[in-house]
């Protein structure tokens, strides 16, 4: 039994690793390749960190936590090496998911200031702040390191090996900056980013059922039955239809959210309890477990912020007939407007909040028709008005 359990685990570990390279690559590629998507830089940072995850880390988190590997030595350097990757990666990708979901409540709340302020510079310089303060969290874990010429097994290169009472501080400092204030922030962006979308559904129902009721008034018979039909519309049973759309959007929302704390919160909660907690011991089972579930984030994150866009599923699907030297057919090419960071994501609550009746009034436009809808057909609620300069 014990060796099919280390079996399974190896197989699931070196499945994650794998489908972490191969999900990563495809999105980071499509991005790449396809110039109006190139606004998605954060997405694609995001791609290139786990991507460096999945080719250094997972590897050599294979080696430390299965039993096939015991007899693994590790240099003091090599542990320092493995903790350095360990904890600059995970930093890099927490950080990076937090300014996505920021990026994405600024392109719906204020629209008119992100599409001024949102440069190329400002970008850069949110990359080079990811790296900075993940360099900076993982010099605070190196601190009091022993020198010299020791060595440790492969299962034991944890941060907990390194003697003192520093890793204590550290495990406080990095579990607060790099989990619960990035929980903070993506639970407060997307809850802001639903209720703004909740609101401009609400605002679509009325405009929608006048819409119905001709303008000009016909002397006819049919005219006159068509006006008191649609005049005397029971407008509450719009409502169920209105829920229903209201709780796509919500699931939409949760599964973000969802994915990331049960990613990430049993990893912080073990190493926090491990460091706090009198007379516990990090290392074992249990911390190649919650290891592990975190990992796995780095596998999901392309399909729920990549792979998930209408926008470069298009573009793969493009090009992967391309290579196949298959003819296009009759395919839309993506706007300059279309091509907007988050405008898929935006359109998408739309679209979850809309009911049945507003269905077709939804779906019916051309994509850039649409957006033109959305950016003038009626104001966002919670968009800050933009001063005229």
């Given at each position: 039994?014990?060796?099919?359990q280390?079996?399974?685990g190896?197989?699931c570990?070196?499945?994650?690793?794998l489908?972490a390279?191969v999900?990563?690559?495809?999105?980071m590629?499509?991005?790449?390749k396809?110039?109006?998507?190139?606004?998605?830089?954060?997405?694609?940072?995001?791609?290139?960190v786990?991507?460096?995850?999945?080719?250094f880390?997972m590897?050599?988190?294979?080696?430390?936590?299965?039993s096939?590997?015991?007899?693994?030595i590790?240099?003091?350097?090599?542990?320092q090496?493995?903790?350095?990757?360990?904890?600059?990666?995970?930093s890099?990708?927490?950080?990076?998911?937090?300014?996505i979901?920021i990026?994405?409540?600024?392109y719906?709340v204020?629209?008119?200031?992100y599409?001024?302020?949102?440069?190329?510079?400002?970008?850069?310089?949110?990359?080079?702040?990811i790296?900075?303060k993940?360099?900076?969290?993982?010099?605070?874990?190196?601190?009091?390191?022993?020198?010299?010429?020791?060595?440790t097994?492969a299962?034991?290169?944890?941060?907990?090996?390194s003697p003192?009472?520093?890793?204590?501080?550290?495990?406080?400092?990095?579990?607060?900056?790099?989990?619960?204030?990035?929980t903070?922030?993506?639970?407060?962006?997307?809850?802001?980013?639903?209720?703004?979308?909740?609101?401009?559904?609400?605002?679509?129902?009325p405009?929608?059922?006048?819409?119905?009721?001709p303008?000009?008034?016909s002397?006819?018979?049919a005219?006159?039955?068509?006006?008191?039909t649609t005049r005397?519309?029971?407008?509450?049973?719009?409502?169920?239809?209105?829920?229903l759309?209201?709780?796509?959007?919500i699931?939409?929302?949760?599964?973000?959210?969802g994915?990331?704390?049960?990613?990430?919160?049993?990893f912080?909660?073990?190493?926090l309890?491990?460091?706090?907690?009198?007379?516990?011991?990090?290392?074992g089972?249990?911390?190649?477990?919650?290891?592990?579930i975190?990992?796995?984030?780095?596998?999901?994150?392309?399909f729920?912020?990549?792979l998930?866009?209408?926008?470069?599923?298009?573009?793969?699907?493009?090009l992967?007939?391309?290579c196949?030297n298959?003819?296009?057919?009759?395919?839309?090419?993506l706007?300059?407007?279309?091509?907007s960071?988050?405008?898929?994501?935006?359109?998408f609550?739309?679209?979850?909040?809309?009911?049945?009746?507003t269905?077709t009034s939804?779906?019916?436009?051309?994509?850039?028709?649409?957006?033109?809808?959305?950016?003038m057909?009626?104001?966002?609620?919670?968009?800050?008005?933009?001063?005229?300069?």
């Open positions: 039994q014990s060796i099919a280390e079996v399974v190896l197989l570990m070196v499945l994650l690793t489908t390279l999900a990563n690559t495809i999105v590629v499509v991005i790449l396809t110039p109006l998507l190139r606004k998605f830089i954060f997405v694609c940072h995001l791609c290139v786990d991507l460096l995850s999945a080719i880390l590897p050599l988190g294979i080696i430390s936590s299965s096939c590997f015991n007899r693994v590790y240099s003091i350097a090599e542990c090496a493995l903790i350095f990757l360990n904890v600059c990666f995970i890099a990708s927490i950080l990076t998911i937090s300014i979901s990026e994405r409540y600024y719906i204020h629209p008119m200031r599409e001024v302020k949102m440069t190329i510079r400002l970008a850069v310089a949110g990359v080079i702040f790296w900075v993940s360099v900076l969290i993982t010099i605070l874990a190196l601190v009091g390191w022993p020198q010299g010429n020791g060595a097994s299962s034991r290169c944890t941060v907990y090996w003192g009472a520093h890793k204590k501080v550290f495990v406080i400092i990095f579990s607060i900056v790099c989990f619960v204030l990035p903070i922030i993506i639970f407060a962006v997307y809850c802001s980013i639903y209720r703004v979308a909740r609101m401009a559904s609400l605002q679509r129902v405009a929608t059922a006048q819409a119905v009721v303008r000009h008034r002397d006819s018979i005219s006159q039955v068509t006006i008191i005397n519309l029971p407008l509450p049973r719009l409502m169920p239809e209105h829920f759309g209201s709780n796509k959007a699931l939409t929302l949760v599964l973000i959210v994915q990331f704390l049960c990613c990430w919160l049993p912080f909660a073990f190493h309890h491990s460091s706090v907690a009198a007379g516990t011991a990090g290392g089972h249990g911390e190649m477990v919650v290891t592990w975190a990992y796995s984030s780095f596998a999901i994150n392309p729920f912020y990549g998930l866009n209408r926008q470069i599923r298009e573009e793969l699907a493009r992967r007939r391309s196949l298959r003819p296009l057919g009759q395919e839309l090419c706007s300059v407007s279309e091509a960071v988050q405008e898929n994501f935006l359109q609550l739309q679209r979850a909040t809309c009911t049945l009746e269905h939804c779906i019916s436009p051309s994509p850039r028709n649409r957006l033109d809808e959305t950016k057909g009626f104001p966002i609620p919670g968009q800050v008005p933009e001063e005229s300069s």
